[in-house]
């Protein structure tokens, strides 16, 4: 069965940094996208950052220039790299993908279980 575990979450301060990562389990036979997106209380949930695997990153524009997202093939996991971090991007993070477990199984949209990103002094 195939899932996404998500970790790296915590109590930051403001100014600080995190990364986060989200690990693909079960057999894997290719990845297409991975990304996070993030839910602040009262908010809708937001797309933060995607990539396909050999593409060009898409950033939301309030993260740009602070956050780098990478796919480790090999690993079949994706990481966001946060800097600079605010309290505004205090939100649960939830790792997303769309990957084949075999040439004619695809999951076009598997969601981690979220984790919790604090920006606070």
């Known amino acids: 069965q195939v899932q996404l575990v998500e970790s790296g979450g915590g109590l930051v301060q403001p100014g600080g940094s995190l990364r986060l990562s989200c690990a693909a389990s079960g057999n894997i036979f290719r990845i297409n996208t991975m990304g996070w997106y993030r839910q602040a209380p009262g908010r809708q949930r937001e797309l933060v950052a995607a990539?396909?695997?050999?593409?060009?990153?898409n950033y939301a524009d309030s993260v740009k220039g602070r956050f780098t997202i990478s796919i480790d093939n090999a690993k079949n996991t994706v990481y966001l790299q946060m800097n600079s971090l605010t309290p505004e991007d205090t939100a649960v993070y939830y790792c997303?993908?769309?990957?084949?477990?075999?040439?004619?199984?695809?999951?076009?949209?598997?969601w981690g279980q979220g984790t919790l990103v604090t920006i606070s002094s």
């Open positions: 997303n993908a769309d990957l084949k477990t075999t040439v004619f199984i695809r999951y076009p949209a598997l």
């Open positions: 990539v396909a695997s050999g593409g060009t990153p």
